[in-house]
């Protein structure tokens, strides 16, 4: 009885009509900007006539893993945690206050399955939780930043064949994942009616040429895909092409890496529309909750179907986070933006700029209705609390700051990254080399990366990065000369990116090896000490580690904190 009386309230609520229960097939292309669209992509272009198109969308931060969780959220990161790609992962269901959209679909009787194609989305992250089957490759290693992922035309067999094989009755809900227009680019073969490319070529051309392969794939995704299925297709974030002396994405939220592809075919959207009132990737969860009868979730994300955003902002912390930097930020009403990087502050018009390389004087008249939506961005704090007064904004609100967002007067004591941006993509060719150099057994060029580190060291010797890759070049010395005693350089070295700050399994997995190879207790020791100053619990994984390289060295006592003089 207590049925039948669910099942009338559910038809009162929704006009007499049960809730519609169609299959939902979510589509995220990584990295890939907007403009990158058009004569190479036929099968996007079809999919657009179609769909209703949002050229106005933006992401949240350029990153995939923060983004991908406000996809399937409709949260900000300020709300779900998750900042950057190196992070904890998101707590179990039962400890956070929000759910993710795949467990809604699984609790709604939907079978649901991802097919992810990069680690840094992996069941780990926490990302995975509410999928029956969640297909991603593990991590093959830290240095291996430019592989383990699965190209385009191999992760699109999976889903097809998982939708080939679902019984008719129960819908589903699938996420597949592409990640070819990330750096590095590689050659393109090309088909009949796409154009190839070839290691020679330009980035852009390389570029191109990957969005292309995503193409060809989306093409025999979306033809195998059942009438009725709603679809939404989104790129999780954009790419720089040097645009600002950026070369990939993450340190800055120009609207070259926070403007952002979205479309949604069926579920009520009209074919061939555009809508261009601001959206955002946070509105895919809400959208989907509605069209699917799911609870709504009090968010930042709005439903597609309704009124568009007044203004929106993005965040990258990436750098702030690894180097010391000042904290990114973009705010936009959607004709006028403001981007903010430690020490610099630019407005821009993007209606006649929109490449935003032409900044305005702050008197102009829109720059006080988005400097004010920053800071009251600035205001929700994402950690707890705060003693201190962090300072007294100019339109008179107090806050308490905590370590969340940084206000405008702190974050001008910071360096720009953009200024900084030199050092940053040296750092970022190192751990392709130490690969290179582990597979040929060659030493030598690891010597000049060192003489490299060790200027940048000087140039930013607050960067805990430039320890950290100091600590993976010195380790692939050791390897592959079989020096022992270059291990304990190594663990030294990462101790040292920890002391900074830098206390993540990315750093702390790779110092106990260093220490149990070298040997060295002292180091070892070092690192218990610092891991209880951060106050931090180690993971499952690092404790498991620790607990073993403490019986192997025979090290018990942690002693007082802090990194002793050497």
Known sequence: MRGVL??????????????????????????????????????????????????????VVPLTLPAHTSIFT???????????????????????????????????GYATAAFAARPVLAAPTGIASGFDLYDCPLNEGIWQEEGGYVPAEERVRAPLAWIEGRAPGKPWFVWVHFFDPHAPYRAFPGDAQRAPTREGDSLAARYAGEVRRVDAAIEKLLREVPGGTVVVLASDHGEALHE???????????????????????????????????????????????????????????????PPHETLVAESLFTWAIHGWGQAFSVTDGDFSL????????????????????????????????????????????????????????????????????????????????????????????????????????????????????????AIPESPRVDHYRAGVLAAMAEINGVPAKYGEAAWADLAAIEKGYVQDETILPTISYCVAAPDAEALRTLLRLLKRS????????GQALAEAKRKLGVEDEGPVGIPQR
């Open 244 to 306: 600002h002396e950026e070369p990939t994405h993450g340190p800055l939220c120009y609207g070259s890496t926070i403007d952002a592809v979205l479309a949604v075919r069926g579920g009520g959207f009209a074919k061939g529309a555009e809508d261009r009132g601001l959206r955002s990737v946070m509105d895919i969860a809400p959208t989907l909750r509605r069209i699917c009868g799911l609870a709504a979730v009090e968010g930042e994300g709005r439903d597609l179907s309704g």
């Open 6 to 59: 669910l099942l009338l309230v559910l038809l009162a609520a929704c006009g007499g009509k049960a809730p519609e229960r169609p299959n939902v097939l979510v589509v995220t292309i990584d990295t890939l900007r907007p403009d990158a669209l058009g004569a190479g992509t036929p099968a996007i272009n079809a999919f657009f006539r179609e769909a209703t198109r949002f050229p106005a969308a933006r992401t």
């Open 535 to 542: 106050g931090r619990a180690p993971t499952k994984e690092a």
């Open 339 to 458: 981007v903010e990087g430690g020490s610099s502050v630019e407005f821009f018009d993007r209606r006649k700029d929109p490449g935003e390389t032409v900044p305005l004087p702050f008197s102009h008249p829109a720059y006080e209705k988005l400097d004010r939506a920053l800071e009251r961005f600035r205001s929700r704090s994402w950690s707890a609390g705060g003693d201190l007064l962090a300072s007294v904004p100019p339109y008179g609100e107090l806050r308490r700051h905590g370590g969340g967002y940084l206000s405008r007067h702190e974050n001008k004591k910071l360096r720009s990254p953009r200024a900084y941006l030199r050092y940053w993509a040296m750092l970022e060719g190192i751990p392709p080399l130490i690969k290179a150099c582990s597979a040929r057994r060659d030493a030598a060029p690891l010597s000049a990366a060192l003489r490299t580190l060790e200027e940048i060291q000087k």
């Open 74 to 108: 409709g949260l900000h990161p300020s709300d779900h945690g998750i900042h950057d790609n190196v992070t904890e992962p998101l707590p179990p269901r039962e400890k956070r206050p929000f759910p993710l959209l795949a467990e809604q679909f699984r609790d709604a």
